[in-house]
């Protein structure tokens, strides 16, 4: 399939709002995969840094 302009190639035959959602929801999830764990990650471990704090003090 080749497009004769921009405009058409973003329409996609009428179907450009299925199309384009799709990759964006696709792409947001993609996100959320990578983003959630590496916040739980730094929450765990200054959660443990204030842990280990608390305990070596006398």
């Known amino acids: 399939m080749s497009f004769a302009s921009i405009p058409e190639f973003l329409a996609m035959g009428h179907h450009g ?3 384009w959602s799709a990759y964006g929801i696709c792409l947001l999830v ?20 204030r842990r280990l704090r608390r305990e070596s003090k006398p």
């Open 30 to 49: 993609l996100a959320v995969n990578v983003t959630v764990p590496l916040r739980a990650r730094r929450r765990y471990l200054q959660e443990e840094a």
């Open 17 to 19: 709002l299925y199309v």
